[in-house]
Every structure is written in C-alpha cells, then in structure tokens.
C-alpha cells in the first residue's frame, strides 16, 4: 500500500504541475485549472453530503452542489469584473487579494440566504430543521469557502504561489505517511485517528519545509517578488511550519468527520487515498493559513 500511495501521490503531483505549466501561459489567470476546481466542488460537495446522511442529517443538497460552485469561483468576479483591465494585464498582476476573499465571502453569505429560504420551502414538521441548516453551512465553509482560498492565492500571487502551497501540504503528507509507517510508535490522537502518530508528525512538519525551502528557492517565480516584494529571509521556514501544521490538523479534521459519522474514507474511488476529501483535507485547511501568510508580507509583501 505504501509503494502504490507513493506512486498514486507523484503521479497526481506531475499532472498538476503540467496543468500549472499550461496555467501560467495562458492569457486568463486560472482558466486551465478552472475545470479541476469545479470537478473537486462537485465531488467534494457529494462527499460531505454523504458524510452527512451517514450521520442522520439531510441538508438541501442542491443549494450545497450550487453553493459550493458559486463560492469556489467566486474569485474570479474580480478578474471579470476589473474596471479597464485586460486579460493580459490581469495575467501580469492579477486581482487584489481582498477583492478575491470578498467575493467569496459575499457567495457564501448568499448561500447561506438561499439554504433558509429553501428549508422553509421544505418544512412540515418541528425537528430537524436547525440541525441540517448547521450542516448545510458546514458543507458551504467546508468545501467552497476553504477552497476558495486556493483559487484567490492563484489569482493574487500566482501559479507560483499556489503550486508553493500544494507542494508544501502534499510532501507533508507523503512524510506523514512514511515515517509513520516506518517508524511510529506514539499515537497522536488514538480516539480520532489510531494510524496517526507523533513520529509521523515530526516527518510531516520536516518534509513540509523541506519542500517550503525548496520552492522558496526555485519554484515561485521571480516575478511574484517583482510584484509584491520580498518577504524575511526566514518566511520559507515560518510558510513550513505553519502550512505543514495546518495541514496536520486538515487531515485530522476529516478524520473527525469520518470517524463520528462511522465511515472510513469519503468515498473508496480511488484505492490508497478514498475519495476527493481524503486529498483535499489537508489543503482546505492550509490555504487559507497559506493565504494569510501571502497577505501578511511574511513570504512576499
């Protein structure tokens, strides 16, 4: 499993490294990982809605698939929305960070409107009613707005940026993985997660900025500092230590979810990994850490 995990992780690694490549040409930020953002909300929204139902709770699920939808591109209303702007202009700077957490903020808020609006239109009965509005939220901030913050780090700062933030989560879990495999021995939360460990911990956060210290230094292009400056020389190992830790706990977080609603993966479509949760946890809950780095000035200003 762990040989079949490490080939599975490098070759979905490879494919989002060509889609950024294809990315960064293109004349419209975005527009090529545009398709892979609206196959992981729909996905993830099918996942979280599963999760859900195994739990007795039964939001609308057409405003989460919508919902969801909306936040996530919601970004990109201040690349179509900029006043005077062209494609190739916006390619070169991009839109404002704020402008990207707004719009996605506002979706969120009008799905939130629609979820009461449409579970009045469904009620029949007292009971129930808070409980699945309480889970219908989950669902929109979970999947559409955490995810939200990836789009808007790559319409602000650039492929660069993101791929900085992928890289980051994705060998702190590869290095979670393996050391815990090979060497752990402490459980690190046994009623939520028993395969996790501290071990694994300490590979994670090691692994995590390694790969900061490297992308640091190679990957995000020398542009996004020509545009935004640069940050202290310590901000790779603060970007690894924290995104890896968010990471850490983004993992466990599902595994909360999993374990409470007595499931073991989010789905078992893909052997090794489970469903679209089970890759974008650790993510979701390191963009917007990632994010607020980005904009602090902490690793560019």
């Known amino acids: 499993m762990l040989r079949w995990r490490l080939l599975l992780g490098t070759l979905i690694v490879a494919a989002l490294v060509a889609l950024c490549w294809l990315d960064q040409a293109s004349a419209v930020p ?8 609206v196959i992981f909300a729909v996905l993830g ?5 599963g ?16 919902g969801n939808l909306l936040i996530a591109v ?3 209303q201040a690349v179509w929305t900029a006043h005077g702007r062209t494609a190739r202009a916006l390619a070169e700077s991009g839109p404002s960070a704020g402008d990207c ?3 996605s903020l506002l979706a969120l808020a009008l799905a939130v409107i629609v979820l009461l609006v449409a579970e009045m239109w469904r009620y029949g009965s007292a009971g129930g009613v808070t409980a699945n509005l309480a889970a219908g939220v989950l669902a929109l901030v979970y999947v ?17 940026a993101m791929a900085a933030l992928l890289i980051v989560v994705k060998m702190g879990d590869t290095g979670a993985y393996s050391v815990g495999r090979l060497f752990g021995r402490h459980k690190m939360s046994p009623h939520i997660s028993p395969g996790k460990t501290l071990e694994g911990a300490a590979g994670a956060l090691a692994c ?3 790969a900061s210290w490297a992308a640091f230094r190679w990957l995000v292009p020398p542009a996004i500092y020509a545009a935004v400056g640069r940050g202290p020389w310590w901000g790779w190992l603060l970007f690894g230590l924290l995104v890896g830790l968010a990471g850490l706990l983004g993992d466990l977080a599902e595994s909360l979810l999993k374990r409470d609603c007595r499931q073991k993966d989010s789905s078992t479509w893909m052997p090794g990994f489970g469903g679209i949760l089970d890759i974008l946890d650790s993510i979701l809950l390191a963009a917007p850490v990632a994010y ?10």
């Open 208 to 210: 995590s900025c390694l």
């Open 101 to 103: 957490a707004l719009a």
């Open 144 to 160: 559409g707005l955490l995810l939200s913050f990836v789009v808007a780090i790559r319409l602000a700062w650039g492929v660069g």
């Open 74 to 76: 919601a970004p990109w």
């Open 30 to 37: 975005g527009v090529v990982l545009l398709p892979i953002l």
């Open 51 to 66: 999760l859900l139902r195994a739990c007795g709770l039964q939001p609308v699920s057409w405003v989460v698939y919508a």
């Open 292 to 301: 607020a780095l980005w904009a602090l000035g902490l690793v560019g200003r």
């Open 45 to 49: 929204s099918q996942e979280i809605l």
